[in-house]
């Protein structure tokens, strides 16, 4: 959810401001066509012409789209010209943009947001050309549905972003524990992280997004889960967050900080560098998302692990994020666009580019390609493709991506507060199911 969410920035606009934004983003669609244009609903054709194409993808997303992009354009007349926007900025830009009919050729967004873009007539009807795709029952499954309404696809999987406990075996090792035995209990995970602290210098046990919304979610939701809790209603309308299990993650958050086994950083990192103190060497333990492996440069102080997120006692789970991809509703190049888009589906874009990167392709049916055979750690992540949740709630973005939105307030207040968790989350728990239940 980089994840998807981990790049979710705090911003310094007022709370008045964000909900002024976020009121016009709203306006803005649902100027646009409900349910999306059906222009050219039944065509099927693809066409390499030399038609520049654009797209339009958030910043976490970047580096993977760049790459998918680079490969198609050496081999293809069309030309993907590719414009990166913030993640925390990306709703407000999109919903201007297709209020004034000046959306991309191609658009990606987040999959939590895919719902709210296919309902609302931003993304063009491509129900035939799925269909007529001989791989389309292999595409992930849970970015179909959120790209699926009122029985019409709009988009297809982009990519794959999970979270997992990535850990360092260096300092593992230098801490006297086995590098081959990542946690399997949140109580594993605290011992871990307390041993690898011990180290001191410059090395922490443990760190985390706390002023990114999104990253909390991607990574704390997982333990909740695999602690046989929920976070929302299966009608994404309402908040659950107010069980034991819960509590006691978000405690065992505050008892880490309490215990400064997490760099002082933390509270303040909004998501575009949360990765980075890892990527350094000075981090035991980070739950972050797969395709943050792509860009990790490994060697002598950073040798990465991967493995599931634990629960308080066993179980594991993952948040299966990343973007859907679609043809925007106005654009004048639907056949080229679905030349592209059609090629990233594909099996050379899905092993030699996808996979080569250490990523997880988007077709099962390619899930033990030669890359994942020869490193463990996308077995790992293929496996937990299938095991995760994705929760789907069309008021999702405004509520839990929004870094004034009630899910920030209650995560916030949760780790860094005084009041007892529980109670925490009991005060926030009607804001954040009002948000959901809104219009």
């Not at 029952?137 to 970015?143: D, E, I, Q, R």
């Not at 102080?301 to 991967?306: A, H, N, Y």
């Not at 994020?321 to 090629?343: C, E, K, P």
């Amino acid at each position: 959810m980089e994840s998807t969410f981990p790049a979710d920035r705090l911003r310094s606009a007022s709370s008045s401001t964000a909900v002024a934004m976020l009121a016009a983003f709203v306006l803005v669609l649902s100027g646009c066509q409900s349910g999306g244009s059906t222009g050219s609903a039944g065509d099927t054709s693809t066409k390499d012409d030399g038609t520049t194409l654009t797209m339009w993808t958030r910043s976490p997303t970047a580096t993977f789209s760049q790459t998918l992009i680079d490969a198609y354009n050496s081999g293809h007349r069309n030309k993907v010209k590719l414009t990166v926007i913030p993640a925390d900025s990306y709703q407000q830009k999109v919903g201007t943009a297709a209020g004034a009919k000046q959306l991309p050729d191609l658009l990606a967004t987040d999959v939590v947001s895919a719902p709210n873009y296919a309902s609302k007539g931003v993304f063009l009807d491509v129900t035939a050309r799925v269909d007529a795709l001989p791989f389309k029952g292999t595409l992930a499954p849970a970015h179909m549905k959120t790209a699926t309404h009122a029985g019409k696809v709009y988009g297809v999987p982009h990519d794959i972003d999970l979270s997992a406990v990535f850990y360092n075996k260096t300092l593992f090792t230098k801490a006297g524990l086995d590098p081959e035995k990542p946690p399997t209990t949140l109580d594993e995970l605290y011992a871990d992280v307390k041993k690898i602290d011990a180290l001191g210098g410059d090395t922490n046990g443990y760190f985390f997004g706390g002023a990114c919304p999104g990253c909390m979610l991607f990574t704390t939701w997982p333990m909740i889960w695999a602690s046989g809790a929920t976070v929302l209603n299966d009608a994404g309308t309402a908040s659950t967050i107010t069980n034991d299990p819960a509590a006691k993650v978000y405690a065992m958050y505050r008892r880490m900080v309490a215990e400064g086994l997490v760099p002082a950083s933390a509270k303040n990192e909004g998501g575009p560098t949360w990765t980075q103190l890892f990527q350094d060497g000075k981090i035991g333990i980070q739950p972050m998302g797969a395709t943050s492996l792509q860009g990790m440069k490994e060697g002598p102080d950073l040798q990465i692990g991967v493995a599931p997120i634990p629960g308080l006692t066993g179980g594991s789970s993952s948040f299966v994020g990343g973007d859907v991809l679609g043809v925007s509703a106005n654009s004048t190049h639907a056949a080229q666009a679905w030349d592209f888009i059609a090629w990233t589906l594909s099996d050379a874009a899905q092993v030699d580019v996808v996979a080569k990167n250490h990523n997880i392709t988007v077709r099962s049916d390619l899930a033990e390609n030669e890359y994942a055979k020869r490193d463990p750690r996308l077995a790992t992540f293929n496996k937990l493709a299938g095991q995760g949740q994705t929760p789907i709630s069309v008021n999702f973005g405004k509520t839990f991506n929004d870094p004034n939105g009630p899910w920030t307030a209650a995560v916030i207040e949760a780790v860094y507060g005084s009041a007892e968790v529980s109670a925490v989350l009991q005060k926030h728990n009607g804001a954040i199911t009002t948000s959901l239940a809104s219009d």
